[in-house]
């Protein structure tokens, strides 16, 4: 959606996205592979994980395609932003505090510096 009201901003959400696909797919399919030591299992696993996002942006551009405006693309794209700080604050760290504090300071650290730098280097 991104894409239609602007190309370079549709081609760094696309880049980000695919970036965000790597490490879902790995924590995807590592806890499979342990649980099951099958291969194609957890691939296939991941596989099906990293295609649900473009397939059902497919879906939804082909439903709300005659309905896009600028204002209805933010207020998307501010919802999706919204719900994904909410996730965060409410499930993962706190989850992750609770299991092994120095690790998810650290890592909470470290995406956040990962996430700078990288809307640094797309911006």
Known sequence: FAGVADPKLGARMALAIALHNLPEGVAVAAPLYCATGKRCRSAL???????????????????????LSPGFLNGMLVLVAGVMCWVSTAELIP???????????????GGVCLMLAGIACLG
Do not use: K
């Not at 696993?45 to 309905?67: D, Q």
């Open 45 to 67: 696993a991941a596989l099906a994980s990293g295609l649900a996002e473009p397939v059902g942006a497919l879906l939804a551009f082909g439903v709300l395609y005659g309905r």
């Open 95 to 109: 989850g992750g505090l609770g299991v092994h504090r120095g690790a998810a300071v650290g890592g909470m650290a």
